[in-house]
Nanobody, 128 residues
């Protein structure tokens, strides 16, 4: 029902910036959450950032807080992840995720189980 298309990944030097985009299509609800996760080689998928669609509340992993910013454009049904001051440890495949129901727990927004649809992933590589 929901399709997520990501773009904006690539190769960047340490200290540089990238902006990822996630365009959503299909049946969505403005109150549902959207999130970004990432998975590095040999590691489990981990939470990066999330946003409540209607209210715009944002949430971040401690490892990216102050460097990454999640935002959304309601008219375009698009979520963005602005990544600044990138580090080699940020290298991973980044996935956009969408939930189908309202999530009332802020903590649960950080969990994979809060999301039902996932994008194909976009590679971000940060060289040292």
């Amino acid at each position: 029902q929901v399709q997520l298309v990501e773009s904006g990944g690539g190769l960047v030097q340490a200290g540089g910036s990238l902006r990822l985009s996630c365009a959503a299509s299909g049946r969505t609800f403005s109150s549902n959450p959207m999130g970004w996760f990432r998975q590095a080689p040999g590691k489990e998928r981990e939470f990066v950032a999330a946003i409540r669609w209607r209210g715009g509340n944002t949430y971040y992993a401690n490892s990216v807080k102050g460097r990454f910013t999640i935002s959304r454009d309601n008219a375009k049904n698009t979520v963005y992840l602005q990544m600044n001051s990138l580090r080699p440890e940020d290298t991973a495949v980044y996935y956009c995720a969408a939930g189908t129901r309202t999530v009332y727990s802020d903590n649960y927004l950080r969990q994979i189980g809060a999301y039902d649809y996932w994008g194909q992933g976009t590679q971000v590589t940060v060289s040292s």
